[in-house]
């Protein structure tokens, strides 16, 4: 399937910005499962230093830094990116969980390598016996890997409600498992936790899902969102991913942008301002499936915190 996906954040100060340093993830990933076809970042006013450079995790991103006064900050990203429906994984024979820790945590030869910095805590993820009891519910003795992290991730989409304004980019993940209540970074949060907790590795995965309007109606312009789920390191099968958030295994409607340990290191934008004085950037996200391109009506920009949760 392809897509075009237009990413457009939009800076307003009150007051004059004397100058500011800023990290852009946005290009989307190139992997086994899908490429990035085409891929162009505008930024308004053009910075005076612009670096496109590739992290510790494979993911691309470019630093730009404004060197002269500006109060109206633009940073646009437009891509075609082709996804495949992936490789179905038979969940139920994978290794059986524990082998999996055992094995992780005993790998002195570094074949899984590429697994551990995703095994520790991290200051938005930690670990704690509360999220190893969630968990436990799940991944009973002798279940397979991959057939436990699903019915994880089914129950916290059960337990869990999607809400908005419970949350907000800085909330603990425990705070999430007590009130049970948060949206799809909390979720990705909360079951990496839970996996971490019992000495599995998993990632944070940052991108977009393909939305569909109500019958009938229109595509809007700028009415989905950036989205996050978890994708969970088998020795077997290697990375594979879920949802919690949906319910589902992602498939070609998931597009993938980043990964990283947790939400801070794939931050689709970030940066450090000097001057400027308060303000609420606006967000606008389309995924737009190919021959879909014309006919779009005008929506409304949603007005997201810089972490543009869903």
């Not at 990933?29 to 590739?54: A, K, M, S």
């Not at 800085?170 to 209540?181: A, G």
Request: include cysteine; aromatic fraction near 8%; charged fraction near 20%.
């Amino acid at each position: 399937m392809q897509y075009t996906v237009r990413h457009r954040t939009v800076y307003d100060y009150p007051d004059k910005v004397a100058e500011s340093h800023h990290l852009a993830r946005l290009r989307p990933l190139e992997d086994g499962g899908q490429r990035c076809l085409e891929h162009t970042l505008t930024i308004t006013p053009p910075p005076g230093v612009r670096e496109e450079r590739v992290d510790a995790f494979g993911n691309a991103f470019v630093f730009f830094a404004q060197q002269a006064a500006y109060d109206v900050l633009t940073v646009e990203a437009v891509s075609v990116v082709e996804t495949s429906a992936g490789v179905v994984t038979n969940l139920d024979a994978s290794p059986p969980w524990e082998e999996v820790v055992d094995l992780l945590a005993e790998d002195a030869s570094g074949r899984h390598l590429q697994a551990q910095p995703f095994r520790f805590p991290t200051i938005q993820v930690p670990v704690s016996d509360a999220l190893a009891d969630y968990a436990r519910l799940s991944f009973t003795p002798g279940c397979p890997l991959l057939a436990a992290a699903r019915d994880l991730t089914s129950r916290i989409f059960r337990d869990f409600k999607f809400d908005p304004l419970a949350t907000t980019v800085s909330t603990p993940v425990e705070q999430v498992l007590k009130q049970k209540r948060g949206v799809c970074q909390d979720f990705a949060h909360l079951a990496i936790g839970c996996l971490r907790s019992l000495g599995l590795a998993v990632r944070y995965v940052s991108g977009y899902l393909e939305t569909a309007p109500p019958p009938g109606k229109p595509r809007l312009v700028g009415a989905d969102a950036s989205h996050a789920w978890i994708s969970v390191y088998c020795p077997v099968a290697g990375w594979v991913d879920f949802d919690p958030t949906n319910n589902c295994i992602p498939g070609h409607r998931h597009l993938r942008l980043a990964r990283g340990r947790d939400y801070s290191d794939v931050s689709p934008l970030r940066g450090v301002t000097f001057g400027g004085g308060g303000q609420q950037p606006k967000v606008m996200v389309d995924v737009i499936p190919q021959g879909e391109m014309s006919g779009l009506l005008p929506g409304q920009s949603q007005s997201q915190s810089q972490s543009q949760r869903q």
